[in-house]
């Protein structure tokens, strides 16, 4: 069955940096795009990132622009998210989430999450 | 960015009602709609693809309907376990938006 296991999530400090991986399992995962979406404390669901199939293609919420960068490995079937200059407003857990082959299919299954806590 | 409003952001409902809430796009989006059911301190599942598409394993209590901006989502007959959170989505153009949320809580 399909698994994503999200891991790298923790406290640090504001501006300070994590790489938060998501191991996948149970499906193609070179013919699935990937998408990380976040959920700030008592808050709704925000879409952070998307990657493409071949990792061809990113595309970011203007929140993250420029201090998040998602990439695959589809060799080791591996979604990663790499976070930078993170800021308080960062704190959620992110969840990695499987699409379809194209961006115009809908996210189908989502990891269990992984907490990251910006705080001084 | 194509802003999702949903209505209501909460309601409340008895076992056996029958509940309805919608999802408004400020734009046309097709039928490139799908709806999450979130219980809380786990993580959101697929209900609706294409705004009116069962996803496999979701019980068929679940409906979802419309095209272009407006949606909706019904429960025919609520159960215990239907009391969560539903989030809308639109994935016709990036950056992908939800929707608030609607809470349904026991009346």
């Known amino acids: 069955q399909v698994q994503l296991v999200e891991s790298g999530g923790g406290v640090v400090q504001p501006g300070g940096s994590l790489r938060l991986s998501c191991a996948a399992s149970g499906f193609t995962f070179s013919g699935s795009t990937l998408h990380w979406v976040r959920q700030a404390p008592g808050k709704g669901l925000e879409w952070v990132a998307f990657v493409s199939y071949d990792g061809s293609q990113q595309q970011y919420a203007d929140s993250v622009l420029d201090r998040f960068t998602i990439s695959r490995d589809n060799s080791k079937n591996t979604l990663y998210l790499a976070v930078n200059s993170l800021k308080s407003e960062d704190t959620a857990v992110y969840y990695c989430a499987k699409g379809g082959r194209l961006a115009t299919q809908a996210i189908a299954f989502w990891g269990p999450g992984t907490r990251v806590s910006v705080s001084s | 960015a194509i802003r999702m409003t949903q209505s209501p952001s909460s309601l409340s409902a008895s076992t056996g009602d029958r509940v309805t809430m919608t999802c408004r796009a400020s734009?046309?989006?097709?039928?490139?709609l799908a709806w999450f059911q979130q219980r809380p301190g786990s993580a959101p599942k697929l209900l609706i693809y294409?705004?009116?598409t069962l996803q496999t394993g979701a019980p068929s209590r679940f409906s979802g309907g419309g095209s272009g901006t407006e949606f909706t989502l019904t429960i025919s007959c609520l159960q215990s376990e239907d009391f969560a959170t539903y989030y809308c989505?639109?994935?016709?153009?990036?950056?992908?938006?939800f929707g608030g949320g609607t809470r349904v809580d026991i009346k």
């Open positions: 734009q046309g989006i097709g039928s490139y």
């Open positions: 294409a705004a009116s």
């Open positions: 989505q639109q994935y016709y153009s990036f950056p992908v938006t």
